[in-house]
């Protein structure tokens, strides 16, 4: 079993920057696919970006690239999501998850996901 925390959630004004963080425990995250989703009111949970178990650069949805990266300390078993010029339409709660995906945008091939961190940004 992986437990996930996401926090570093807040409000934001349009064009800050903000880090999301996403604390995993009872297994180290080395082997596993990590990605970050987001669901927005109203709207289906949207994958963001993920990062393979075998490390290099990450995978993003076309909204987000170029302004937001994913990173990973296995030391700390933390995966991180740096989000850059944050946009009105970034506003969501985001959620990390962690697995073992044959596609890594789809949701439904993570095992362990987290309770969320709500990210606001007004305009």
């Known amino acids: 079993q992986v437990q996930l925390v996401e926090s570093g959630g807040g409000l934001m004004q349009a064009g800050a920057s903000l880090r999301l963080s996403c604390l995993a425990s009872?297994?180290?995250?080395?082997?596993?696919?990590m990605g970050w989703f987001r669901q927005a009111p109203g709207k289906e949970r949207e994958f963001v970006a993920a990062s393979t178990w075998g490390g290099g650069s990450g995978y993003y949805v076309n909204s987000v690239e170029g302004r937001f990266t994913i990173s990973r300390d296995n030391a700390k078993n933390t995966v991180y999501l740096q989000m850059a010029s944050l946009k009105p339409e970034d506003t969501a709660v985001y959620y990390c998850a962690a697995g073992r995906p044959r596609s890594i945008t789809s949701g439904e091939m993570y095992d362990y996901w987290g309770q969320g961190t709500q990210v606001t940004v007004s305009s």
């Open positions: 009872g297994r180290s995250i080395m082997t596993y696919t």
